[in-house]
């Protein structure tokens, strides 16, 4: 591979280094692009552009590779638990038992939340979709640790990331029982954290939370599959809100207005109610397979397609046997999953889908198993962020580490030239 690349502006001829990473995968860097040559580049929705140099999480869109930290996400999501995988994402290295112990036990120190918050909870209509509640949640935690992270000292920075962990899981727990009129829970330190997770959800003052194991499981599985994801939409907004030197609840809540979108984590949301609909007319998949190609409809297959992966998102290919595992094991028919599987059938028959390498993503069957762990809808994608958690905090901390300057992208004026104001009398 060369070592630079030429670019050619009005005749004149300018070389710029080729960055190689570890997969082979190469970049010019342009730093110097618009010193040198007066020009700036133009990439809607970054689909060419690197934010940055990472050595986090690597994934090969056409290979159907996800690697968190150099281990494969079948490995990980096969042997490791959710925990295990937040610290590999977060400090780097799978943690030994004493390390792991260490970090279970000192999250569990960061689980209680100040009860003022529940005044800041209280203000919220019971409408209000959780995501927007654990936004500002996450935000108002920012006014009960007023101190910012000193990122260069590492037992600060490590307490940051076991407080975020703790008081997370805690309020995005409590946007659904502020939903469901129920009292609110508190993290129980003899338990785990995805059991904490089910108990802080589903236990009721007049009864213990039964828990079945195999739920607990399966929602351990699925957060490791949605640990990290490279510099997906709501990863690259906590890294631009951090580099400002906001604060990392400031940047995780930004992050978490991100993924609410339905383009992005707010898809498995999306997915299910498209197949309710889909349902509750007859289900009629081919339908719905014409309206999704059908250029003046804006219908979109919800869960088909990606930014990156131009195969099977691998995490997907999981989800979909581990949907199969927990439904059989829980006894569910559930009538969305067999039309989940006819809709995937017909699309990846069908040319239009092919020809833009349109697959099933990480949200088309994790909505269906939350289903049938009793998990309400409008909860699913805070679902999703506490998986996405580690990985922000991941990439926040290397972005802060490794002193990246202030995120600022430049762009190309289109509208007016310079004119003279005119008085309100004259327009
Ligand atoms: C996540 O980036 C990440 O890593 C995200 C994520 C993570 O872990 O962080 O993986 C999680 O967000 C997964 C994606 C969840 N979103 C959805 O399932 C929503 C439905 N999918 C799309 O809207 C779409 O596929 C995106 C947003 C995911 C990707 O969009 P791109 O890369 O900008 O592609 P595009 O919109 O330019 O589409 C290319 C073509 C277009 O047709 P043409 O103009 O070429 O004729 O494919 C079509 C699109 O119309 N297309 C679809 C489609 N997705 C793309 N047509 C029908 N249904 C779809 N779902």
């Known amino acids: 591979m060369s070592k630079t ?6 005749g004149k001829k300018y070389e710029f280094p080729v960055i190689v990473g570890t997969e082979n995968e190469v970049a010019i860097d342009i730093e110097k692009l ?7 580049t133009l990439d809607p929705g970054y689909k060419n552009s690197g934010s940055c140099k990472s050595e986090i999480t690597f994934l090969d869109g056409e290979e159907g590779i996800l690697r968190y930290r150099g281990y494969s ?34 999250i569990r120190k960061h689980t209680l939340v100040n009860e003022e918050m529940k005044s800041i909870l209280e203000g919220f209509p019971k409408t209000a979709h ?46 659904y029982r502020r939903r469901m009129g129920f009292p609110l829970n508190y993290y129980d330190n003899t338990k785990g954290y995805v059991e904490n997770f089910m108990r802080l959800m589903f236990e009721i003052p007049t009864q213990p939370y039964k828990m079945d194991q195999k739920i607990v499981d399966a929602l351990d599985k699925l957060f490791i599959l949605h640990a990290d994801h490279e510099q997906n939409c709501s990863t690259s907004t906590v890294r631009i809100v951090g580099s400002s030197h ?42 719905y397979v014409l309206k999704a190609k059908d250029k003046d409809d804006p219908f979109r297959l919800m869960g088909f397609g990606h930014r990156v992966y131009k195969n099977f998102d691998p995490r997907a290919t999981i989800i979909k046997k581990a949907a199969d595992d927990v439904l059989d094991a829980l006894g569910v028919d559930d009538p969305l999953l067999d039309i989940a599987k006819q809709l995937e059938k017909v699309a990846l028959e069908d040319e239009y889908f092919k020809s833009r390498n349109l697959y099933p ?25 506490i998986g996405r958690l580690p990985g922000w905090i991941a990439q926040w901390k290397e972005m802060r580490t490794n002193k990246e300057p202030i995120g600022r992208p430049r762009q190309v004026y289109t509208g007016s030239p310079s004119r003279s104001f005119k008085e309100v009398n004259q327009r």
């Open 73 to 106: 996400i079948e490995d990980l999501a096969d042997k490791a638990d959710f925990l295990e995988v937040a610290y590999l994402l977060i400090f780097g290295e799978l943690p030994n038992q004493a390390q792991l112990d260490k970090f279970e036990n000192d």
């Open 34 to 40: 618009r010193g040198a040559t007066g020009a700036i």
């Open 246 to 287: 906001a604060g990392l609840f400031a940047s995780i809540s930004a992050g978490v207005s991100a993924l609410w979108g339905p383009l992005h984590g707010g898809a498995n949301q999306a997915v299910l109610e498209m197949l309710e609909e889909i349902n509750n007319n007859g289900g009629d998949v081919a339908k």
């Open 130 to 175: 959780p995501m927007g509640v654990l936004s500002s949640l996450t935000s108002a935690l920012t006014a009960f640790n007023p101190k910012s992270v000193n990122v260069e000292n590492e037992k600060e920075m490590y307490d940051a990331v076991c407080k975020t962990m703790g008081k997370f899981l805690v309020i995005a727990t409590w946007t």
């Open 5 to 10: 690349a030429i670019l050619e502006i009005d």
């Open 361 to 385: 993503n990480v949200d088309f069957y994790s909505g269906i198993i939350y289903r049938a762990m009793g998990i309400p809808v409008e909860m699913f994608t805070v679902l999703f962020a």
